[in-house]
């Protein structure tokens, strides 16, 4: 058992024996690490005030005071050690969860972002302040004061969540506008090249073949026709959805790469949000991909499967456009994907299909 695991052993075990109305909330430390992992809940010192000391040495546990300062009427709080979701599954985030005295009754837990970075971006005011408000603000968690044990523990959970869904938006656009930067400096340095070409009359082809070679188109597979949808715009960002039909699983590669082949798709901020599914010889083949838009694939997937759909392919891009836009960006991905499945009358073949024989 790492120091850290004995560390909270010792904490929820004194918990409970100086405060037995605290079983619960050992109870709910212990879940939160079978959840996160060992060495991800850590008890934090009730005398402990500097939230960016050297976090790199573990804490020495007191055999006398394993409580580490608490007293009964005090606040109770704990760091959880975590990460952002796929695909940044590597950035590490810590964060501060504050248990009130009135906890579960009446006031819900305070959650703090200790990490000063996320990544290789600093946290801004503004993002600070959207952690601290996730239980009192919309967009949020919704907290019910006095739920069973059961419900307040995953409302923690979900709050964590929660978080972790703000800071990948968060880190996402962080990468956006890194990519924006680079387009900018690739359009200057384009246009350069295009000065160049009209005045150099001896050496026309050049800068085109350079541009062409930089992005080599990729061809669809035999048979594939891509149907566009109309473009979503919602607060500068914008949404585009393309469907079609496939016979094999081993097409799908091949056109995401054709669409990631096409420079204007591939620096969107999620190029290739998709899902498929596909019949072969009476066995359905499906998966779907998020492209870093967290959950994103999944809904994908379920549009499909609720229309009744197979031997089919969606894709969706979206342009970020700087603002976040919260669950709206679910419902305009949905949106576009259908748009697209109808523009290639695959709805219409849907409903062509007849059906099963009725048992008489």
């Known amino acids: 058992m790492s120091t ?15 405060d037995p109305g605290h079983a619960d909330v050992a109870i709910e430390l212990e879940a939160l690490q ?3 992992g060992e060495n991800s809940v850590r008890p934090w010192s009730a005398t402990r005030r500097n939230a960016d ?10 055999v006398e005071d394993p409580l580490m300062g608490w007293l009964p009427g005090d606040r109770i709080r704990f760091e959880v050690l975590t990460t952002l979701t796929a695909p940044h599954e590597a950035v ?9 005295s009135a906890y579960p009754a009446s006031s819900p837990p305070q959650l703090q972002l200790l990490s000063r970075y996320i990544g290789d971006f600093g946290v801004d005011a503004a993002l600070f302040g959207a952690i601290m408000r996730t239980y009192i603000a919309h967009p949020g968690v919704e907290w019910n004061p006095g739920d069973v044990a059961v419900l ?12 972790k869904g703000v800071l990948g938006e968060w880190y996402n656009e962080r990468l956006s506008l890194g990519l924006a930067r680079q387009l900018e400096h690739e359009q200057v340095h384009e246009a350069a090249l295009q000065k160049h070409k009209s005045d150099a009359e001896n050496t026309p082809d050049v800068s085109s073949e350079v541009a ?8 669809l597979p035999s048979g594939i026709k891509l149907f566009e949808s109309e473009p979503i715009l919602d607060r500068k960002s914008v949404f585009v959805a393309r469907a079609c039909t496939i016979t094999d699983p081993a097409q799908v ?43 994103a694939g999944g809904r ?4 499909l499967q609720i229309l009744g759909l197979t031997n089919v392919l969606v894709v969706v891009t979206r342009y970020f456009g700087g603002i976040h836009l919260g669950p709206d960006r679910f419902k305009h991905i949905n949106a576009a994907a259908r748009n697209a499945i109808e523009a290639a009358g695959l709805l219409d073949d849907q409903t062509k299909k007849p059906k099963g024989n009725k048992r008489k």
Do not use: C, M
């Open 34 to 36: 079978s959840i996160y």
């Open 92 to 100: 590490q985030i810590r964060l501060l969860v504050t248990l009130p």
């Open 253 to 295: 590669p091949l056109i995401i790469q054709h669409l990631l082949s096409d420079r204007k798709i591939a620096r969107a901020a999620h190029p290739v949000i998709r899902a498929w599914r596909v019949e072969v010889n009476g066995i359905l083949h499906q998966d779907n991909d998020d492209d870093g838009e967290t959950a």
């Open 212 to 219: 062409e070679a930089a992005s080599p188109q990729v061809d």
């Open 300 to 303: 994908l997937a379920h549009l």
């Open 53 to 62: 000391q050297d976090d790199s040495r573990p804490p020495s546990p007191s």
């Open 152 to 163: 307040w523990v995953t409302g923690t959970i979900d709050g964590i969540e929660h978080v």
């Open 4 to 18: 850290y695991d004995q560390q909270l052993f010792a904490f929820t075990a004194a918990l409970q024996d100086v």
